[in-house]
Nanobody
Framework: QVQLVESGGALVQAGGSLRLSCAAS????????MGWFRQAPGKEREFVAA????????KYADSVKGRFTISRDNAKNTGYLEMNSLKPEDTAVYLC?????????????????WGQGTQVTVSS
């Protein structure tokens, strides 16, 4: 079993930056790929970024490429999502997820564990 706890969500103005954190516990974190997804009211859950267990491979949604950076610190069992140049359309609940495999995936069904989410609101 893996427990994931997100933090760092906030209200920020357009053009601003935030860093989200995802603290993991319960199993060997370095063997698990980690992903960030987001869900806005009335919309489906959307892939944002993913990182492999070692951190060597990353994948991003086109909508955030060049603005967001995913990273991880396996020594601290923590993943991060650095978000820059935020836009109002980035407003959503951001959830981190982990899967029992090292490889990245943009499909939420491949993730076994989910956090509760943290709210990011970007004002115009």
């Amino acid at each position: 079993q893996v427990q994931l706890v997100e933090s760092g969500g906030a209200l920020v103005q357009a053009g601003g930056s935030l860093r989200l954190s995802c603290a993991a516990s319960g199993r060997t974190f370095s063997s698990s790929a980690m992903g960030w997804f987001r869900q806005a009211p009335g919309k489906e859950r959307e892939f944002v970024a993913a990182i492999s267990g070692s951190g060597a491979m990353t994948k991003y949604a086109d909508s955030v490429k060049g603005r967001f950076t995913i990273s991880r610190d396996n020594a601290k069992n923590t993943g991060y999502l650095e978000m820059n140049s935020l836009k109002p359309e980035d407003t959503a609940v951001y959830l981190c997820a982990a899967r029992g495999h090292w490889a990245v995936s943009d499909y939420p069904g491949r993730y076994d564990y989910w956090g509760q989410g943290t709210q990011v609101t970007v004002s115009s």
